[in-house]
């Protein structure tokens, strides 16, 4: 017997070598972003990913959301075998137990490397900041109030274009999801002629077939590192999910912090030639503008707010409004707390020392942007 364990330890310790491999590579990338960004991040990493990203992209469903729906049942149907093959075997029960025991490890061990690879690491990359040629400041409510008037001048411009609205007058696409998530790859497509890290052949962004429920969790989409996968809440209010899909797509091309795919979500959709696009990265922008500056002066905010156009206003509105009917149903409190808790715990243990906070941070980024091209010298 100890030498069948024996064996079957040793078959299986390349496998559990990836943790101590895994730990070892996580603590090299924080001592060395240029070591990170140009042997992993923007090298191996970034060439697994497309080739892998591609393969996942051809199924048009998330392959990671069918796992994550069919592991309960995984899971249960293990342990009753587990249980009956302890009952059946008693003499091999050490076996058994030993054999199950070594095989979670290598489970477990494949999972961590694989995050680490493909998620992980990229906190240690450079900031886009670094390939956006400026680096992000903080900015003067003078400041955001100009970019925000900038803001709802273009976003009001836009409106007024699309024509698809439903009976409440509040905007809704004019294409299918899958034909968004095109436009998502086109609009990545002309922003890496201007930022060729982003440049590759990556899948496309999957619709989660459970969006409603998924709502519950306050959740707009998730990057899975495990099957290369963007995917995306499409149950909200339509003008986000372009500008979301773009988000989980920055994820997915190697940027993780959540203010930087935000940024780089908002310069995709300026480079999409879909006035869509346009609309919903001009107000998701808008609206990351508009609640910086309430944190320093609501009557400010007030007034900005007066400047937008009764069509924009109507689809902000019903925006808050969908969030408020989730938040106000006790399960969609109880679950948006627990996620954001956890979502905050795993920003803050990689890095992102804001938490949650992090995804107001990317205003600092636009308004840096602003600055750089020579807005406030107008």
């Known amino acids: 017997m100890f030498k069948r364990m024996k064996k079957y330890l040793y078959k299986r310790m390349w496998l559990m070598c990836l943790i101590p491999i895994s730990v070892c590579i996580m603590l090299v990338a924080g001592k060395s972003s240029s070591l990170t960004e140009h042997v992993f991040s923007d090298g191996i990493c970034k060439y697994v990913i497309q080739a892998v990203s591609t393969v996942t992209g051809l199924v048009p469903f998330s392959i990671a959301e069918i796992c994550v729906l069919c592991l309960p049942v995984v899971l249960i149907l293990a342990v009753v075998l587990f249980i009956r093959n302890l009952i059946k075997n008693p003499v091999r029960r050490k076996w058994i137990v030993y054999k199950a025991v070594i095989d979670i490890v290598c489970i477990a061990s494949v999972l961590i490397f694989m995050y680490v690879m493909f998620d992980g690491i990229n906190y240690y990359r450079y900031d886009f900041s670094y390939y956006a040629g400026f680096e992000p400041g903080k900015s003067t409510v003078k400041e ?44 990545f ?77 908002y310069l995709a959709c300026m480079a999409s030639d879909n006035p869509e696009f346009l609309y919903s990265g001009i107000v998701q922008a808008y609206i990351c503008v508009e609640n ?81 091209e020579g807005f406030f010298d107008k």
């Open 144 to 187: 955001l109030y100009k970019v925000g008037e900038d803001l709802i001048s273009r976003g009001n411009a836009v409106r007024e274009k699309l024509d698809t609205e439903d009976s409440d007058g509040v905007f809704i696409l004019g294409e299918s999801m899958g034909q968004v998530s095109e436009e998502v790859l086109k609009a």
């Open 189 to 265: 497509d002309n922003l890496s002629e201007k930022y060729p890290v982003l440049s590759g052949h990556y899948g496309k962004n999957k619709s989660f077939l459970t969006s409603k429920y998924i709502s519950y969790t306050g959740m707009a989409g998730v990057f899975v590192p495990f099957t290369l996968e963007a995917n995306n809440n499409v149950d909200v209010v339509q003008y986000n999910i372009p500008s979301d899909m773009c988000h989980e797509q920055a994820h997915l091309r190697g940027f993780i912090k959540e203010d930087e795919a935000n940024y780089i979500a």
């Open 292 to 372: 910086a500056i309430y944190d320093e002066n609501q009557e400010l905010a007030y007034k900005l707010s007066e400047n937008i156009s009764e069509k924009m206003s109507a689809d902000i509105q019903a925006n808050n409004e969908y969030w408020n009917r989730i938040e106000n149903t006790k399960v969609g409190k109880e679950v948006s707390d627990t996620t954001q808790a956890i979502n905050d715990t795993y920003l803050k243990a990689n890095g992102e020392e804001e938490g949650v906070k992090s995804y107001g941070l990317m205003v600092d980024l636009l308004v840096s942007g602003y600055r750089h």
